[in-house]
């Protein structure tokens, strides 16, 4: 069974690492600088078996691709799945001075979706480089029609955003026409003809209508008549 796979340098420091077992980053790291430790000076081998766990590498330029696994997997079959591991490494992560540390770095969203690919749970789901062409290529396409998908979704939704700002401009356009249009309420300094209006309405409700009133003779007016009349002469 493979517990992890990983690009690392000569002195164990992880690139790219994937575990398919339940593992703590502490343990996957102390793994890598053990494998470090271990690896036998000017020899080619790409076998090493530890207390606990057997070591299977390639070494790609400056760094290593290692799987790690169980000691009773089968040996062989790992051998043809470190196989895959370097190549797809050499596809992806290779600029024109080979494999190095920059191609690793930009390409490593890919290497982890390949690594995720060639296994699963431990065990090896992809036979051949062409299948696993096959399987990414497939997954760029749901990718790009996921990506096709949101970008859509967000041009509806700005769509959706703008329509609903037009209309709350129309709104508050036909709010304040419709308060421009409403006859005022008879303020001193009006202007225009709402303003005119109210004044003349406020002058005819206001100024004070005189009428004439009837006066009755008074007593003493009366007295003075009748005193007068007294006062006549007989004619002769």
């Keep these: 069974m493979i517990l992890s796979a990983a690009i690392v340098d000569k002195d164990g420091s992880i690139y790219v690492a994937r575990q398919y077992c339940e593992m703590t980053k502490t343990k996957v790291e102390a793994l890598y ?3 470090s430790r271990l690896i036998p000076k000017g020899k080619q081998h790409t076998i090493i078996d530890s207390n606990e766990v057997r070591y299977i590498y390639r070494s790609i330029n400056d760094f290593y691709c290692v799987l790690v696994t169980d000691k009773h997997s089968n040996i062989l079959e790992d051998i043809k799945t470190l ?3 370097t190549s797809a490494i050499v596809h992806y992560a290779s600029t024109g001075k080979g494999v190095t540390e920059e191609g690793i770095t930009e390409a490593r969203f890919d290497l982890l979706f390949v690594f995720d690919e060639i296994v699963n749970m431990g065990v090896r789901q992809i036979d051949n480089i062409p299948q696993l062409m ?7 396409e749901e990718e790009r029609a ?6 859509k979704k967000e041009r509806d939704a700005k769509a ?3 329509e ?3 209309e709350l401009d129309q709104q508050r356009r036909n709010e304040m026409l419709h308060q421009m249009d409403r006859p005022a309420m008879g303020g001193p300094r009006g202007f225009g003809p709402s303003s005119t209006s109210a004044i003349s309405s406020s002058s005819a409700i206001t100024d004070p209508v005189v009428e004439p009133i009837e006066t009755n003779p008074t007593k003493s007016s009366k007295v003075m008549s009748r005193g007068r009349a007294l006062k006549l002469k007989p004619r002769n």
């Design 134 to 140: 096959t399987v990414m290529e497939m997954k760029s």
């Design 160 to 162: 959706k955003a703008a």
């Design 164 to 166: 609903k700002s037009k």
């Design 33 to 35: 600088i053990a494998f």
């Design 83 to 85: 196989s895959l591991f």
């Design 146 to 151: 996921a990506q096709e998908a949101l970008s």
